[in-house]
Structure formats: C-alpha cells, structure tokens
C-alpha cells in the first residue's frame, strides 16, 4: 500500500515540480492550497492556511510524508511550527524541508539586513522548527532559483536603469533539479541535514542582468550599488554560495535561451 505524501505550497513555483513528479512516480498525492479545489487527476487538493493553523490539522490526517515547500520571506518558523504541531499528531514518519545555501551563515540582523535578506533568517527559524519536531526530517539546502533571478529582472528591466548590488555573487539552479532532488529524498530514509544543491556556475549580480538583456535584446545601463549591513557582507563573502556542490547541471545562459524560445512560440501561436 503506497503512502499518501502531502506537498505543501503544491501550487508554487518549486511546489509544482514537485507535485508533477512525484505524480509521475505514481503516487497518492494531496497538495495543501489556500482555497479549495476539485480533485485533478488523481492530485487530493485541501484548503488550508499555514500562518494561522486553520485547516492544517486535516491536511496532515493520513500523511506519512510531507514535503514543506511553501515558504515566503518571512515568517515560515511560524508557518513550519503549525505543521509540525498537526504532523506530530498525525503520525507522520518523514518530514522534508526545503532551505536555502548560506541560512546558517547570513546574519539578519538589522532593518536593512530584514529588508533585503529576510529569506534567510526565515528559512532558518524553519529549519529549527523542522529540527526541533521530534518527527524523522530532512532538510536540503538549494541556492537561489534561476526562475526566481528571471523574475527580478524582468522587473528591473522596466526601469529606466537597472541597479545592481555591487560585489555580490550567485550561483543560480533550475528548480526542476532542486524538486527532482527533493523527491529523491523524500521516498528514501531520512537523514536530516542532506548535501546541499547548487547550480553549476557562480555569476556576479551584474553578470546575471547582462545575460538577461542580451538574452531578451534589451539595452539598459547598470549600475552597481553598495548595500550596508552585516548580512550584504556576508553574501559578497559568499556565505550564499555552494562551489563544491555545484551539482546542477542547467545554467543560466541556457535557461535564458529556453525562455526566450519559449516566449517566441507562444508569440506565433
């Protein structure tokens, strides 16, 4: 008898690749959402709410694994704490998480640390929480999403000029590899802290926009900026960094040129 997995933020960005291949595997999958929805494809949609613990106690019933991806810049130690109070009730044998690379190593400290580098302060109330549940955990640490850059820029190419934070580097990766490795743990034992992922080149903040307006045929001028506070230093110290584990395969030029291929098809249709 297959185990029900439960997915949370089924319907986000990494949470869809999450949900579309564990369904690939064949598995009994239910997918926590805000609102509710019909069933699709065989995918158990119940509504519930992290941050205030409304319907989560459901949600979990009957839920050997769960997979956390839901997460936002600030408050997942909250949202983690719900689930793992109803999880803990429910029987749950493995709970995975998804972190970020530098969690641990980005202080988060002051107004403009919150500001601009909150994510990782979150993620790393979560992790406590997750760690601190009493339930069999897993936690994976991925750097930043190449969806999520191609969103900033997006953005930033609306503005006359693009400002960039100067002396910052990243090392994007698809969130297809970081789901695929998410599945991968979440049917296998659990190991708590698992090898973090990263994607297979480092690029300056700079060097990512460039790539973006060439990629796009966009020209806007960039220029860098000095951000203070403790946590932008550690990031230009490359605390968000994963060298030894760029294991992604996927890099950002290529991902660039399949959006843009992408965008083209669709312009045709």
């Not at 439960?6 to 805000?34: E, P």
């Not at 490359?238 to 040129?257: P, S």
Request: proline share 4%; hydrophobic share 45%.
């Amino acid at each position: 008898m297959q185990h029900t997995i439960l997915v949370t933020g089924g319907t986000g960005t990494l949470g869809r690749h999450v949900v579309q291949r564990l369904r690939n595997a064949d598995r009994n999958l239910r997918v926590l959402s805000r609102h509710s929805r019909e069933s699709d494809g065989g995918i158990e949609f119940v509504a519930g709410d992290l941050t205030t613990g409304m319907g989560i106690e459901a949600a979990v019933e009957g839920a050997e694994i769960i997979v956390h991806c839901a997460g936002t810049s600030k408050g997942d130690g909250e949202k983690a704490l719900h689930l793992v109070e109803a999880a803990s009730q429910a029987g749950t044998r493995h709970l995975v998480y998804i972190s970020v690379v530098g969690a641990d190593q980005v202080p988060v400290v002051s107004g403009i640390d919150r500001a601009m580098f909150g994510y990782f302060a979150s993620k790393l109330a979560g992790e406590r929480v997750v760690a601190d549940s009493g339930i069999p955990w897993t936690t994976l640490r991925a750097t930043q999403f190449q969806e999520s850059f191609l969103m900033l820029a997006r953005q930033m190419a609306k503005l006359p000029v693009m400002p960039v934070a100067a002396g910052m580097r990243f090392q994007p990766i698809a969130v297809d590899e970081v789901a695929a490795q998410l599945v991968d743990l979440a049917l296998g034992m659990p190991i708590g802290l698992a090898p973090a992922i990263a994607g297979p080149r480092v690029y300056t903040m700079a060097g990512l926009l460039r790539e973006y307006l060439q990629a796009s045929h966009r020209r806007r001028p960039i220029i860098p900026l000095w951000v203070p506070g403790k946590a932008a230093r550690a990031i230009r110290d490359g605390a968000n960094l994963a060298r030894e584990r760029a294991v992604g395969r996927r890099t950002w030029e290529e991902f660039l040129a399949d959006q843009v291929r992408s965008s083209s098809d669709n312009k045709q249709k």
